[in-house]
């Protein structure tokens, strides 16, 4: 099984700001990863797969960079509607999630 | 654009077999392998499985045994069933459709089942 690590738990951050998600895999996963969204009380929204290429609709200040075992989000310029749980997962063999980050406001 | 409906019951006794469907529309079901997700209140995602309408499958290892999935192409839907629940399967559980490389890029709105005698 392929262990999704991510990090921090959670982030306090401001409006604004630059953020860097993190996530680890235990194995090489090569490019098979994918980012989601999950807001307060809603269902998992994607916005990366291919760990750097947004998904349908989603704003040009998510990007999603790395490969092999290493892996980032990058939010540009956090807004309001930013701040939620994001969590990774990896596709190479199976499906794993990692455990998530929250963004909360500082 | 595709658009997935879970139903099925809320309530489910320990031991017993849960049951969920899923419809699907805005697509031919036969168009995308369709998967399960499940999300433990207050805790992260945990995916179950996924299925091709031609019989293809790939289960999560921990619930292989317990669980099946199956496609019915005339209803454009597709089910879960668990059995022998515990209250440890007492979840959210998302239905998805499973990405060109099993990412999921549309989703449900999910669905509670408690697990409770």
């Known amino acids: 099984e392929i262990v999704m690590t991510q990090s921090p738990a959670t982030l306090s951050v401001s409006p604004g700001e630059r953020v860097t998600l993190s996530c680890r895999a235990s194995?090489?996963?090569?490019?098979?990863l994918a980012w989601y969204q999950q807001k307060s009380g809603q269902t998992p929204r994607l916005l990366i797969y291919?760990?750097?290429t947004r998904a349908t609709g989603i704003p040009a200040r998510f990007s999603g960079s790395g490969s092999g075992t290493e892996f980032t989000l990058t939010i540009s310029s956090l807004q309001s509607e930013d701040f939620a749980v994001y969590y990774c997962?990896?596709?190479?063999?199976?499906?794993?999630f990692g455990q998530g980050t929250r963004l909360e406001i500082k | 654009q595709v658009q997935l409906q879970e139903s099925g019951p809320g309530l489910v006794k320990p031991s017993e077999t849960l049951s969920l469907t899923c419809i699907v529309s805005?697509?031919?079901?036969?168009?995308?392998?369709w998967g399960w997700i499940r999300q433990p209140p207050g805790r992260g995602l945990e995916w179950i499985g996924y299925?091709?309408?031609?019989?293809?499958?790939n289960f999560n290892p921990s619930l292989k045994s317990r669980v099946t999935i199956s496609i019915d192409t005339a209803k454009n839907q597709f089910s879960l069933t668990v059995n022998s629940v515990t209250a440890a399967d007492t979840a959210v559980y998302y239905c998805?459709?499973?990405?060109?490389?099993?990412?999921?890029?549309?989703w449900g709105q999910g669905t509670l089942v408690t697990v409770s005698s």
């Open positions: 998805a459709s499973v990405g060109a490389n099993y990412y999921f890029d549309y």
């Open positions: 805005g697509s031919p079901i036969t168009s995308y392998y």
């Open positions: 299925m091709y309408h031609t019989g293809s499958t």
């Open positions: 194995q090489s996963i090569i490019s098979n």
């Open positions: 291919g760990a750097s």
């Open positions: 997962q990896q596709y190479k063999i199976g499906v794993n």
